[in-house]
């Protein structure tokens, strides 16, 4: 028996296998959660697992487990990967070498024929993005108990399409109730997405934490008029207004910077035509911040901002939070278990707080969790330009076969 070793190429041609599926002319990947895309994607996965031995199991909401059995069939599993998903703009690694990384250790394994004792868990879960269905971190959210299957089922896209009927198209929805499973601990390798380790020099980030982040969805409610006869003092124009709300979001997360940030995304106006003075128009916006409290002082000046907006364009402005994520901070013993195991391979590292979402907030809800990160080249992330260098990503495999082989013994 040979000691497991991840092969960097073999790692690198699965993602640029996978990267063909929902491929965009610009280079990136466009494999929204539960289309034909995200199906193909998960069958490609299928298709890799199938040699290796790995079980499907899979859940209502499409989460997918594949496990490889230990030789303790009372132990705890020991539980790893990401998303396959992409926003629309999406690059080919943004949660796929999450995945991949995760089959490569699998493979890794496999090839050298050795067991482990606590069983494995390889995970693809739904619709991490929230780009077609929000909000994001779906699949992980329901698994956790976070949200409702029923109410989750019910949510629909921009064309009117729920999560149940999406589901039923794309033949992902599985037999398993969702819940959680009982892992002894998760691990979720992902890319930056910034820029601090490329100009740091890093090879690993360690995360220890996320920031707290708070979502909404803002109405402005204005009155439909002619934009012929209807004098400039009597419009109550809810896209002009909508207009000051989106500069003022930017405004409030300027002044939070270096710890924040705050972002309005998308929207929607009603009745969108030419000749009407908008009626109706909402958008969704996002403040987030290492210190929860001061996310919580973002809202509280959104929310100013938006009441100041109200009055003087005699607007109603109504304020839907309808989700938040964080501040998670992750289990130390595991973050020291992928700090030594990177050590070990001398590879450099550095603490990171995670500023975006990932399915790992969720997890940590339910059993030990911790994420590494591997460098993002210039730190451009969601665009086709997104990417990590077949050495960077090899690296992050190594880290997590490492520590699966010390944690599943
Ligand atoms: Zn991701």
């Avoid at 999406?166 to 002894?184: F, I, T």
């Avoid at 090879?203 to 012929?228: C, K, L």
């Avoid at 919580?296 to 000046?301: L, N, P």
Wanted: proline share 5%.
């Amino acid at each position: 028996m040979t000691a497991p070793h991840i092969d960097r190429d073999r790692l690198w041609q699965s993602l640029m296998d996978m990267a063909r599926i929902g491929a965009t002319a610009d280079g990136g990947s466009n494999r929204q959660a539960l289309s034909q895309e995200d199906a193909q994607a998960r069958a490609l996965l299928l298709e890799w697992c199938a040699p290796l031995g790995l079980k499907l199991e899979q859940d209502a909401i499409g989460n997918m487990f594949l496990r490889r059995p230990g030789s303790d069939p009372a132990a705890r599993a020991v539980a790893f990967g990401s998303h396959l998903d992409t926003v629309p703009t999406g690059g080919r690694f943004d949660g796929i070498v999450g995945v991949l990384s995760g089959l490569e250790v699998m493979r890794a394994l496999h090839a050298a024929g050795m067991a482990t004792r606590a069983p494995l868990e390889l995970v693809n879960w739904t619709n991490e993005e929230g780009s077609r269905f929000r909000p994001a971190m779906m699949g992980s959210r329901v698994h956790a108990g976070d949200m409702g299957l029923e109410a989750t089922l019910a949510i629909t896209d921009d064309r009117g399409v729920s999560v149940a009927e999406a589901l039923k198209q794309s033949g992902l929805a599985g037999p398993l109730a969702p819940s959680p499973r009982g892992w002894a601990c998760w691990l979720e390798a992902h890319i930056e997405q910034g820029p601090v380790m490329e100009a740091s020099n890093t090879d690993i980030g360690i995360v220890v934490g996320t920031m707290h982040a708070r979502y909404f969805q803002i109405t402005v409610t204005g009155e439909p008029s002619h934009v012929g006869p209807t004098t400039m003092d009597r419009r109550r124009d809810s896209l002009a207004a909508t207009a000051e709300a989106i500069l003022a979001v930017e405004r409030i997360g300027r002044a939070a910077e270096p710890g924040g940030r705050a972002s309005a995304t998308w929207i929607e106006n009603f009745p969108n035509a030419r000749g009407a003075v908008p009626a109706i128009t909402r958008l969704h916006a996002d403040v987030r911040h290492d210190e929860a409290a001061t996310a919580i002082e973002m809202e509280a000046a959104l929310r100013q901002a938006l009441a100041e907006i109200a009055a003087v364009r005699q607007v109603a402005i109504e304020v839907d939070h309808y989700t938040s994520f964080g501040p998670v901070a992750f289990d130390q013993t595991l973050a020291n278990v992928l700090r030594r195991r990177a050590e070990a391979r001398q590879f450099t590292i550095r603490d990171m707080i995670a500023a975006a979402g990932h399915d790992s907030v969720l997890v940590a809800q339910l059993c030990p969790s911790a994420m590494l990160f591997v460098p993002s080249v210039a730190g451009i992330t969601h665009n086709p330009s997104e990417y990590s260098t077949p050495e960077q990503i090899a690296r992050g495999a190594q880290v997590l076969l490492d520590a699966v082989l010390e944690l599943a013994g």
